[in-house]
């Protein structure tokens, strides 16, 4: 079993930056992949991101690519998200979410942390 702890969330204005980063515990870091959810108010959790567990193979969604970027440091057991240029639509809880492959679909994950909020302002 893997707990998950989200921190760097925030409040910050539009084009600004924030990285996110969700520390593991319990079983090996790099025996899972790692992905990055998030869930903005009155809406589903939506697939923000993954990285594989050794290779660092990555996906983004569409709607943030070219400005989040995912990566992970097995030696720190911690996962990344660097987010720029940030916009209003990208307010939420973002979750890190642990699982044996790297997929964009809650259900390949088994472990998820708690959640970080991030609010982006006008």
């Known amino acids: 079993q893997v707990q998950l702890v989200e921190s760097g969330g925030g409040l910050v204005q539009a084009g600004g930056s924030l990285r996110l980063s969700c520390a593991a515990s319990?079983?090996?870091?790099?025996?899972?992949?790692m992905g990055w959810f998030r869930q903005a108010p009155g809406k589903e959790r939506e697939f923000v991101a993954f990285?594989?567990?050794?290779?660092?193979?990555?996906s983004h969604a569409d709607s943030v690519k070219g400005r989040f970027t995912i990566s992970r440091d097995n030696a720190k057991n911690t996962e990344y998200l660097q987010m720029n240029s940030l916009e209003p639509e990208d307010t939420g809880v973002y979750y890190c979410?642990?699982?044996?492959?790297?997929?964009?679909?809650?259900?390949?994950?088994?472990?998820w942390g708690q959640g970080t909020q991030v609010t982006v302002s006008s």
């Open positions: 979410a642990a699982g044996q492959r790297p997929v964009a679909g809650e259900k390949g994950y088994d472990y």
């Open positions: 319990g079983r090996t870091f790099d025996s899972y992949a």
């Open positions: 990285i594989s567990r050794s290779y660092g193979i990555t």
